[in-house]
């Protein structure tokens, strides 16, 4: 089941180590078949309260978005954005095409 990593950025510094960690990241995505579907953006707030930069990356599975995460490759570039900003990341699995609302009522 495809599983996304979902961050909402907030206080991002855009100095030097936010720089170097966007030119890194890609290459660190690649080997998990990660891909950017949300990068930002300016969202149109049509509920509630809404503060930050929203980031979505979709993987192929569950295992290969843990395996990003937790990779030598990812964990080296880490800190340059958790040094930089601040940050609510999640992994989570989607739904497939057959998913209903009241599925989560079972």
């Given at each position: 089941m495809t599983t996304y990593a979902?961050?909402?950025?907030?206080?991002?510094?855009m100095g030097p180590g936010i720089v170097e960690?966007?030119?890194?990241i890609d290459a660190t995505l690649a080997p998990f078949e990660g891909q950017f579907i949300v990068h930002g953006g300016e969202p149109e707030r049509v509920e509630g309260d809404w503060a930050g930069t929203l980031v979505v990356i979709a993987?192929?599975?569950?295992?290969?978005?843990?395996?990003?995460?937790?990779s030598a490759d990812y964990r080296a570039i880490l800190p340059l954005r958790t040094g930089n900003s601040s940050a609510d990341t999640i992994l989570i699995e989607g739904v497939g095409p057959e998913h209903k609302a009241t599925d989560v009522l079972g």
């Open positions: 979902i961050a909402n950025l907030r206080d991002v510094n960690y966007l030119e890194r993987f192929p599975s569950y295992r290969q978005a843990r395996g990003w995460y937790e």
